[in-house]
């Protein structure tokens, strides 16, 4: 078992998946670049530890229903077949007690990872932060540390000799609600050592993730493949006055049946990492084109603090 997991980075994915590793049991060290990033990581970190509790809480209704299966948060409740109202209890009591024993938070690079088994950078997708904080680990990491981003839709091979340890190095990609669309998407480059690509799928399972093993690098691996082409097709009809938001959503979540519609899904996400994503489009600095247009949207909602539901506000308000 890994016993000691470094996050690089406190932002919506970084948060969850450091609270699924201490919900699992390991001991979780978050490292954050100021005191200001404490202050925005703290109220996300409470907000998901809430939502983490709260869906334990409404499990209980589902014992005892044979068409619930699928609704359990496997993260949080990986054998529901199983399940009783005191086991649930027993599991909130214990995330509370981990939740407040077995997490850290530091400014000092070298404290966060002097012990750690692994390592998951949860940085914005930005290369050139990713390269930065990689020359600085490289100088404080353990030769034993495995070395994993979490980027969305970035290569490992592009950074992979930056980090210093490329047979050490390799992605690992979450989905939001970590704890209910438990996924890990696991990708590999040319020189991962393949026992350390092994290791990090079993890892995954520690986490009550479902492991996904990708076999070669593709960019926005299985989920983001997907994905990314939806919400970039929804932000041109914003961006080009086809409709608003609220009336693409509620046309796609009519037509499909779907829980949310894409700009739902972009306030979960937050818009910072969409406008990361969007401005690598290759018009992006082309004036008059639509993924100009996209990203100047995104960037003015950003600049008023609309940055998603961690936020209160992005596309919709939030309490």
Request: aromatic share 8%; proline share 6%.
């Amino acid at each position: 078992m890994m016993k000691h997991v470094t996050v690089i980075g406190g932002g919506v994915l970084g948060t969850q998946i450091g609270l699924m590793g201490a919900y699992t049991g390991h001991q979780v060290t978050f490292w954050l670049r100021s005191e200001s990033s404490i202050g925005r990581t703290q109220p996300k970190l409470e907000r998901y530890k809430k939502m983490m509790i709260d869906e334990l809480e409404r499990s209980k209704q589902l014992i005892g229903n044979p068409l619930a299966a699928a609704y359990f948060p496997k993260g949080l409740i990986p054998d529901p077949a199983n399940i009783t109202v005191a086991k649930i209890d027993a599991s909130i009591e214990t995330a509370r007690q981990r939740f407040e024993e077995q997490i850290e938070i530091t400014l000092d690079l070298a404290e966060a990872v002097k012990e750690a088994d692994i390592v998951i950078e949860a940085m914005s997708e930005d290369p050139a932060q990713k390269k930065q904080i990689y020359e600085r680990l490289k100088a404080v990491m353990p030769a034993k540390t495995i070395l994993c981003t979490n980027s969305s839709t970035l290569l490992p091979s592009q950074f992979a000799e930056a980090t210093g340890r490329p047979e050490k190095y390799l992605s690992m990609h979450f989905a939001n609600q970590i704890w209910r669309f438990n996924t890990a998407e696991i990708m590999k480059h040319e020189k991962t050592d393949e026992a350390v690509f092994n290791t990090v799928i079993q890892f995954a399972e520690e986490l009550n993730m479902v492991p996904i093993p990708i076999y070669k690098e593709q960019p926005g691996y299985v989920l983001n493949s997907l994905l990314v082409p939806y919400l970039s097709a929804a932000q041109q009809l914003w961006a080009v006055g086809i409709a608003d938001p609220e009336k693409i959503d509620q046309t796609w979540k009519i037509g499909t049946g779907a829980p949310k519609g894409p700009f739902e899904i972009i306030d979960v996400v937050g818009l910072e990492t969409v406008y990361n994503i969007a401005k690598r489009q290759p018009q992006a600095e082309t004036e008059g084109t639509i993924p100009n247009q996209i990203t100047k949207l995104l960037k003015e909602k950003i600049e008023k603090g609309e940055t998603g539901i961690h936020a209160g506000k992005g596309f919709y308000t939030y309490e």
